[in-house]
């Protein structure tokens, strides 16, 4: 019987959600799908290529956001749901990061970011450093909560207190008034004459 | 004979920077000090608590800004400084982001880096946020750097052009410029009357 791509994804999804990302090896996904892990490698040749599928589904899910709204409040939707979406896949901040080591700038949604803020009336130049400080604290941040709440969990780290939506929200609005305001808090050009 | 604290982080450091963060076991360490496992268990209980030794080692190398520089540059020299440490350590920032899950946002850089923000006459709520914003800015982009590299040096991944430090100073004075500014781009209150 031939094994389908989206059974692969599928079987993999449902053992990372299962066990995490330590535990998801190709012996394991071969098993999982009753099949010989040679069998995979038409479609999988390796764990990155793996990996690498994973993070693309996962980001697929990020809603594009409303183009009716302010540039900058795209920004933040985009941001916003980057992080929903993360937190609703176990480990999902892991996979993209460890996947998308070699591509997370050229990525669909690193040129999305590119093209909102270039919208908003920046450079190139601006926009590729704004796309690099927001992908990147938003993984970062997400990787926390999730390594935090499997420490948690397991009872290695106290649970945390407080509306993590809301601190969320506010570490970003600092990210987001960055791309805004390239120059802000530099001495204003004098007036020529 | 008996173990010393600092010849247990020695060991640890050197099985990191020859092996990497997944061949750092309490096992292996004992063998490295040519001890039983249960001889080091006095000093360090787990990998956990290992962790945060090497993680606290790591962060207190990161020298102190002087504080006769404006205080927005006392953090972009914080962030810089951060980095450069960290990438000075095999899987550095895996060691910090793994055993800084529970406790980023209270460590001594956190701390500093609030301290800072507030001698810049920001709020206490604006310098949290800005610490949050700052610390996983840092990490997230550094974790995807040694991650990178060593995905190019296994051939999993190309060898990235361009100026390394320039891209990070460029993505970071991004994330500084929003802490100069946080209500930059906003609509400007109207002048009374």
Aim: no cysteine; hydrophobic share 45%; net charge neutral.
């Amino acid at each position: 019987m031939a094994i389908r791509r989206q059974d692969i994804l599928a079987a993999a999804q449902r053992i990372l959600s299962e066990y995490g990302l330590a535990d998801l090896t190709m012996r394991r996904l071969a098993a999982e799908l009753d099949v010989q892990p040679g069998a995979l490698y038409w479609h999988v040749p390796n764990k990155q290529a793996l990996l690498a599928e994973l993070a693309d589904d996962l980001l697929a899910r990020v809603p594009e956001p409303s183009s009716r709204r302010r540039w900058d409040r795209q920004l933040t939707q985009l941001a916003t749901d980057l992080r929903t979406t993360l937190l609703g896949q176990r480990d999902g901040a892991e996979v993209v990061s460890a996947s998308r080591a070699s591509s997370l700038d050229t990525s669909h949604l690193g040129k999305r970011i590119v093209e909102i803020v270039q919208a908003g009336g920046h450079t190139h130049a601006h926009a590729s450093a704004s796309r690099d400080a927001l992908l990147h604290f938003v993984i970062g941040y997400t990787f926390d909560e999730q390594s935090h709440a499997l420490m948690a969990e397991h009872g290695a780290a106290p649970a945390r207190f407080g509306d993590s939506d809301a601190a969320y929200a506010a570490a970003l609005s600092v990210v987001i008034a960055g791309v805004r305001a390239p120059t802000a808090g530099r001495a204003a050009p004098r007036p020529a004459g």
